[in-house]
């Protein structure tokens, strides 16, 4: 658990220099400083401009300092995966391998996989996780050494009628933690009940949701045309397929909720695009957060990610991870890299942006993640800076583990 304010137990002050100081804000300060007090962060500036009022000095050397990252969607459950699923030649038969891996998983090995997740994340810098875990129940047994943000993945395809039970028993567990939200999985997994169900608790009880959202183009198939390989999949195990064949994923999913309580959505993927759906999006007047994975996007060969567009309509476009069942591991710094790769006009500045301010905005968090800033959570990581090369761009060409590590206001080593 992570106070919203400092810890009177802990009122460590220090004051961190390094070579460049990247704030989040369009600054970049050479030869910078961060001052900290507890778990918040004071002031940032030029080091020589300092008074040291006997803080401590952590002086990190030719390092550039910048916010924790921030990953918008992963699922940690998976983490075992990693390497057992080949690449298939549709999504629907990847959802037929991931459910036979599933199977042979025991709870035990589940509490391993996310406590190993949460190990490698942090290896990698980042700070704060938005994981979606379908065992809400195991969360007492986790104790994530990075900032998490718990979100229940509901699924009731094959029982309906437990619509109402999953979603409480989720919320009961749920509620123990301080940072938490429901995912219904997916418009084609998730009943309308459910995800109404979900809608109304988050709206009592003041909570983020997520869904993936047009995700595949079998998806399009299934709910335009009432055809293709997922379509057969759900038909076959008993799915009501009555709401397929004339909505697209996106019509779906706004018919289920309407526009109004939109802002508290995050939506990953949203890959499966007509453009009719982008008439709808346009006129949206509530925009939801939007998380891409961009490798994970690769292991599937979807279509291109229409950035630009949801970008110029006002959506917030965030980066994660996914799950280590389509992706080879947790990196968010390899994530940037292969955006970057995908749209080489975007600004590495505001790549960062997509792992830190955009996934915080996500996250409700604006003012307390995401960047270096006068009353913000002290959450920075520190990497090598021994280049002359622009700093944005060294910061998002970075391989390996993160050398220096502090969450809340605390350095952490790391393993």
């Known amino acids: 658990m992570f106070a919203a304010v400092i810890d009177r137990r802990y009122s460590r002050k220090m004051i961190v220099r390094a070579r460049i100081v990247v704030t989040m804000d369009g600054k970049a300060i050479e030869d910078g400083a961060v001052r900290v007090t507890g778990n918040r962060i004071v002031e940032a500036g030029k080091?020589?401009?300092?008074?040291?009022?006997?803080?401590?000095?952590?002086?990190?050397?030719?390092?550039?300092?910048?916010?924790?990252?921030?990953?918008?969607?992963?699922?940690?459950?998976?983490?075992?995966?990693?390497?057992?699923?080949?690449?298939?030649?549709?999504?629907?038969?990847?959802?037929?391998?991931?459910?036979?891996?599933?199977?042979?998983?025991?709870?035990?090995?589940?509490?391993?996989?996310?406590?190993?997740?949460?190990?490698?994340?942090?290896?990698?810098?980042?700070?704060?996780?938005?994981?979606?875990?379908?065992f809400p129940e195991l969360i007492a047994k986790i104790n994530p050494p990075i900032r998490p943000w718990w979100f229940a993945e509901l699924i009731d395809?094959?029982?309906?009628?437990?619509?109402?039970?999953?979603?409480?028993?989720?919320?009961?567990?749920?509620?123990?933690?301080?940072?938490?939200?429901?995912?219904p999985h997916a418009p084609f997994t998730a009943s309308e009940n459910l995800s109404r169900d979900c809608q109304e608790i988050a709206l009592r009880e003041n909570i983020l949701l997520t869904t993936h959202l047009a995700e595949s183009c079998e998806e399009m198939e299934m709910f335009r045309d009432a055809s293709g390989p997922l379509y057969q999949f759900l038909k076959e195990i008993g799915r009501e397929m009555t709401d397929c064949g004339y909505d697209t994923p996106l019509r779906r999913f706004l018919r289920r909720l309407g526009d109004a309580s939109l802002g508290g959505w995050i939506v990953a993927h949203l890959n499966e695009l007509s453009?009719?759906?982008?008439?709808?999006?346009?006129?949206?007047?509530?925009?939801?957060?939007?998380?891409?994975c961009p490798r994970s996007h690769a292991y599937f060969g979807h279509v291109a990610f229409q950035f630009?567009?949801?970008q110029r309509l006002g959506f917030n476009v965030c980066l994660g991870t996914d799950s280590l069942a389509s992706?080879?591991?947790?990196?968010?710094?390899a994530e940037m890299r292969a955006f970057q790769k995908q749209f080489p006009k975007v600004p590495a500045e505001r790549i960062l942006e997509m792992v830190t301010i955009n996934p915080a905005h996500a996250l409700?968090?604006?003012?307390?993640?995401?960047?270096?800033?006068r009353g913000f959570l002290a959450d920075m990581i520190a990497l090598p800076f021994t280049t002359s090369e622009n700093v944005y761009q060294t910061i998002l060409n970075f391989v390996g583990k993160?050398?220096?590590?502090?969450?809340?206001?605390?350095?952490?080593?790391i393993d």
């Open 47 to 134: 080091f020589s401009a300092f008074a040291s009022d006997n803080n401590e000095i952590i002086d990190l050397g030719e390092s550039v300092l910048l916010p924790g990252l921030i990953n918008a969607h992963c699922h940690l459950d998976y983490t075992c995966l990693r390497g057992k699923i080949p690449r298939q030649k549709s999504f629907t038969n990847w959802i037929r391998v991931i459910n036979a891996e599933k199977a042979k998983l025991t709870a035990e090995d589940y509490v391993t996989s996310i406590n190993a997740g949460f190990a490698e994340a942090q290896r990698f810098g980042t700070t704060t996780i938005a994981n979606l875990t379908a």
């Open 327 to 333: 992706n080879d591991d947790l990196s968010l710094f």
């Open 364 to 373: 409700r968090q604006e003012n307390e993640l995401g960047r270096i800033e």
């Open 402 to 413: 993160v050398p220096w590590f502090m969450l809340h206001g605390r350095t952490v080593a």
């Open 275 to 292: 453009e009719s759906d982008f008439d709808l999006l346009r006129e949206i007047r509530h925009k939801f957060s939007i998380a891409h």
């Open 308 to 310: 630009e567009r949801l």
């Open 157 to 183: 395809v094959r029982e309906p009628e437990r619509a109402n039970e999953m979603v409480e028993s989720a919320t009961d567990s749920l509620k123990r933690t301080e940072n938490w939200g429901l995912a």
